[in-house]
């Protein structure tokens, strides 16, 4: 199921991408003619802009369709929007960029929250990756399908057209996932189902993700973020995230990282890499295949990160990258305008920019949001990173022709060490932590929040195993329907079942039910113990 997932990631980066190599086509295409650099920059602009609005109705969308739906309804709107998009005119072509870029920005902000709340905590290691490994290959895609464009006389090669093509392609991706959704995965995550009091539904959707013996780890992980995420009782408002203490360090954290993903230039260097390259010195075609080149590395950089991720904690991998990004733009900025070295080195750093890049700000990035934020900050977060984006799009261009290139890139390397060292002071290293020890670390919740006092670990895991012999865990305890009836097996006191812990009338958690009515009974039996 993830792999369809994370299919909404690819769609997110090919839709960034795909305006990159075929923008003079485009201009021959529909007539820009003089007005070409400013139709470029406003179209380029168009996508981040409309993602800006995506990300700031995914929240909202999530709760209130859920997850599945909500992807549903914007592979629909991706198709219309692409058809918008390929009409022969200038004005359909922008209302296309916009809208499909609004839908990319629900499918940014949707594929790791998606992904991380299918997936067992165990797994995340294995499986965080490939939402970057999703976004590097749309951008491959994007830039090898643009090599097949003509580089001269574009209004007599009838294969110019040939751009037209690459923006019908992710609509056909679109389909694909829209008809995988409605036929084949009918079940939403447990979160949402939770949520709206669907507590049959969240049954089955529990036992999709998690073995029997794993399910008891699975309601535990529901049952703190309900308390990360409804310690009031109630569903959090936007202004609650920005005040309230126990989101303070979550916003902090969230959105840096956002900002700093792109302070990094790297949206800068996904929309212009071709103008920046020929701007160097390339011509045409050798900028395209210099472009698709640095999609390459990118891809093989994200397959590297599975490894580096297993080895190494998420801050370390997130510090060293910014530090080296740093020096690596730094470098950059040197060899593209003060030495005079021709198209190659600066080649050669962009390629370095993206071995680091991917391995620390996109992939242990994201997967690092997704373990430490819940699914409203984390929406939060992405509409700031959004914003920055549509701020560096639209100024790159503008500082360029005002302080060069080179300065442009210095910028870019200043604001990476600021970064690394805010990360190394701030971050939570998260590698080998539970959900539970996230949340206390990011003061969350309190730790006497999710365990009663007077147990220890070594009498709650006593606990545990006497309900284990009451239950069969392998399934004898089943319902008529042969499901698993998880309101009572893998029951512990004091962990969050589907029918406890919600007002039957309006679905939201209420806080003191987190709290087994007999605690009072087990502290003093914990005390008789000891």
Not at 162 to 187: D, H, S
Not at 490 to 519: A, C, W
């Amino acid at each position: 199921m993830n792999i369809h997932i994370v299919l909404a990631s690819y769609l997110f980066l090919y839709t960034w991408g795909v305006f990159n190599p075929c923008q003079l086509n485009v201009s021959a295409s529909l007539g820009w003619g003089s007005n070409e650099s400013f139709y470029i920059t406003l179209f380029s602009a168009f996508v981040p802009v409309g993602a800006l609005v995506g990300t700031a109705v995914t929240g909202y969308l999530i709760d209130r369709f859920g997850r599945r739906t909500t992807i549903l309804y914007n592979d629909i709107v991706y198709v219309i929007g692409t058809v918008v998009l390929v009409m022969p005119s200038t004005a359909t072509f922008g209302i296309g960029r916009l809208i499909t870029g609004c839908s990319a920005g629900i499918f940014m902000t949707i594929g790791p929250i998606y992904v991380t709340e299918v997936t067992p905590e165990a797994m995340m290691g294995k499986v965080g990756p490939i939402i970057v490994i999703a976004n590097n290959l749309g951008l491959l895609t994007a830039y090898g399908l643009g090599l097949a464009l003509p580089t001269g006389d574009f209004e007599n090669d009838a294969f110019n057209y040939w751009w037209l093509a690459l923006f019908l392609f992710p609509a056909g991706v679109c389909l694909y996932q829209f008809f995988y959704f409605l036929f084949f995965c009918t079940y939403d995550t447990p979160q949402y189902y939770f949520g709206k009091g669907m507590n049959n539904e969240a049954n089955s959707a529990l036992g999709l993700i998690y073995t029997n013996e794993g399910m008891e780890g699975g309601l535990k992980r529901l049952k703190i973020e309900l308390i990360s995420k409804f310690g009031s009782g109630k569903k959090p408002t936007v202004w609650t995230l920005f005040t309230a203490p126990r989101f303070r360090k979550m916003m902090r954290i969230g959105s840096m990282l956002c900002i700093l993903n792109q302070l990094s230039g790297m949206a800068a260097i996904i929309f212009y890499s071709t103008s920046i390259f020929n701007q160097l010195g390339g011509g045409i075609f050798l900028s395209r295949l210099l472009t698709f080149i640095m999609g390459v590395v990118n891809l093989f950089s994200s397959f590297c990160s599975i490894l580096l991720l297993r080895w190494f904690g998420r801050k370390t991998l997130m510090v060293s990258g910014q530090f080296l990004i740093c020096a690596d733009l730094a470098l950059l900025g040197i060899f593209s305008g003060y030495v005079d070295a021709g198209v190659f080195a600066p080649l050669v750093f962009v390629i370095l920019f993206f071995l680091f890049f991917t391995y620390s700000l996109a992939a242990t990035l994201w997967m690092y949001v997704g373990e430490v934020l819940n699914d409203q900050v984390l929406s939060v977060c992405c509409i700031m990173n959004m914003v920055t984006t549509v701020i560096i799009i639209f100024v790159f261009p503008v500082a360029v022709d005002t302080v060069g290139i080179n300065n442009s890139f210095l910028f870019f390397a200043v604001m990476m060490f600021f970064g690394a060292i805010y990360s190394w002071f701030d971050l939570l290293e998260t590698k080998g932590l539970e959900k539970e020890q996230i949340l206390i670390g990011m003061k969350a919740i309190e730790s006497n929040q999710v365990r009663p006092e007077g147990l220890d670990d070594d009498s709650l895991q006593e606990e545990v195993s006497e309900k284990e012999d009451e239950v069969d865990l392998n399934g004898k305890n089943e319902d008529a329907n042969g499901k698993l009836d998880f309101t009572t097996a893998n029951k512990n006191d004091g962990d969050v079942m589907p029918n406890e812990g919600l007002d039957e009338t309006t679905h939201k958690p209420e806080p003191d039910s987190f709290i087994n009515e007999d605690r009072e009974d087990k502290r003093e039996e914990a005390k008789l113990n000891s």
